[in-house]
């Protein structure tokens, strides 16, 4: 098998996708050396100034399809918005090329440990509890934010580790990828509209572990029953072989778990609202008392422990991740509150993209909650996504191309009120007529957002512009008053 070049002079570098992480690693490879051509299914007018940026860089572009000089050339880097199943990358693995994906040159580039954090739900928030724990001796990028690759390539200095998010789809591509901590959150049905089923989800999120030796942390969620699926699979040195790439080691990392509902043998629980430790060798003693009303909710409990696991992993003093907790703020869009009126607040979870984190959103308020959902489907089980609905919404306001279909799955379990919006600006001024006060009103979709807005971030920014509007429009009118 044809490895990954350490030298990058005059290699030939094809990029799959002009995106953030295409546009990234072309500036890194070509200023490396390498011969660089990014091909995009995208018309030029869709891309904007992005080809002129590419060029600027020394790349070459080609757009409106993909042609042959894909196919010829020694490495393709494909972004993370293009499936492994696509026909040229399908072509690309049986002439032999390299496919990989910006994850795996950034490791090969980064002279830093990484600590990497994957998951369906909990991710983001424990990669950026993590960073705050570690202080300004870390770095946070990946799926969260600023492309791995241009972090780990610029100046990192007084920096000892660079925290990651990685998604499944990134991991797909991986060939020898060694966090030197890596996490799995949890795994639930997701994106099942781009893999082509739960269990090759689940070996997706496996390969996060694959490349681990002894020297490494392993960690696992306990109370989720996939993550310990894959937890076995590391302890055993039995992790799945990905099709077209290296065997996974056999002698893997150290194996830690966190729970918030029960004691384990190694790692980090939660009990008598204090978070206990045992590492491999030590007794179990209690480390960091909970007390962050800033992070409410259970979900956030979980994120935070474990982080705080990783942090202890890798030597940060309790006291320190103590402080980093109390003045956390919560991510944008994740559970964000952007007003109130007359005792109803506005809450944008634009994030939240499948059933688990619906649910968990539901379960962090004490108030009735008028849910605003939907959006395009990504496969998930609206069936499932219902019933929760029934069982926590005072009311369900749906909009995007799957609404009728989870509202009609929410009705069928008894939910108690709906009505359908056909933008965003009525269905907030109807979840509000809905909600009692002191009541929440939730945007938290459980879909994607591409049926109405740019983005995700597009979609909280406008159900935040609505609901401000709102409030100001009635603040005016009891002024007239």
Not at 9 to 30: C, H
Not at 60 to 88: F, K, T, W
Not at 292 to 313: D, E, I, T, V
Not at 391 to 420: F, N, T
């Amino acid at each position: 098998m044809k490895s990954i070049p350490s030298n990058w002079t005059g290699q030939r570098v094809a990029i799959l996708g002009l995106a953030r992480s295409g546009l990234a690693l072309a500036r890194v490879l070509a200023g490396k050396g390498a011969h660089v051509l990014i091909s995009d299914q995208r018309e030029a007018e869709q891309l904007g100034d992005l080809p002129e940026q590419a060029r600027a860089v020394g790349a070459q572009v080609e757009m409106g399809g993909h042609s042959d000089r894909l196919l010829n050339c020694e490495v393709l880097v494909i972004s993370p918005g293009v499936s492994l199943y696509a026909p040229i990358v399908q072509q690309a693995l049986q002439r032999g090329v390299i496919v990989t994906g910006e994850v795996e040159i950034a490791y090969l580039l980064c002279p830093r440990p990484i600590l990497a954090i994957t998951g369906t739900n909990g991710k983001s928030t424990s990669c950026s509890l993590l960073h705050e724990a570690l202080g300004q001796g870390s770095r946070l990028a990946g799926n969260i934010g600023v492309p791995l690759v241009s972090e780990v390539t610029g100046d990192l200095t007084g920096v000892d580790y660079v925290v990651a998010e990685i998604s499944s789809f990134q991991l797909e591509t991986v060939h020898g990828f060694r966090p030197h901590l890596a996490m799995l959150t949890n795994v639930t049905a997701d994106h099942l509209d781009r893999h082509r089923s739960m269990e090759e989800y689940v070996q997706a999120k496996a390969r996060l572990f694959a490349y681990q030796t002894p020297d490494d942390w392993a960690i696992f969620n306990a109370d989720d029953d996939q993550s310990l699926t894959v937890s076995e699979w590391v302890s055993a040195g039995k992790i799945p072989q990905w099709p077209g790439y290296p065997a996974p080691h056999t002698n893997l990392a150290r194996v830690l778990h966190y729970s918030v509902n029960r004691e384990v043998a190694q790692g980090a629980w939660f009990k008598d609202n204090w978070f206990w430790l045992r590492l491999p060798g030590q007794s179990a003693r209690p480390v960091l008392r909970w007390n962050f009303p800033n992070l409410p909710g259970p979900h956030n409990l979980s994120n935070a422990l474990a982080a705080c696991l990783a942090a202890l992993c890798v030597g940060t003093d309790p006291e320190q991740i103590e402080r980093a907790f109390a003045s956390y703020h919560r991510m944008h869009h994740r559970l964000e509150e952007v007003g109130e009126l007359r005792g109803v607040r506005f809450i944008d979870d634009s994030k939240a993209t499948n059933v688990s984190s619906v649910e968990s959103a539901l379960l962090t308020y004490k108030e009735p909650v008028v849910l605003i959902a939907g959006g395009r489907d990504k496969g998930l089980d609206l069936d499932e996504l219902g019933r929760v609905l029934a069982l926590h919404c005072h009311a369900l306001v749906s909009i995007g191309e799957a609404g009728p279909q989870i509202a009609a799955h929410a009705l069928k379990y008894g939910l108690r009120a709906h009505q359908r919006a056909g933008s965003m600006q009525e269905a907030v001024e109807i979840a509000y007529g809905l909600s009692p006060s002191p009541g929440v009103v939730l945007l938290s979709p459980a879909c994607t957002s591409f049926d109405m807005f740019q983005n995700a971030e597009h979609r909280g920014d406008v159900f935040a512009a609505c609901a401000k509007g709102l409030i100001q429009k009635s603040l005016v009118t009891k002024e007239e008053r």
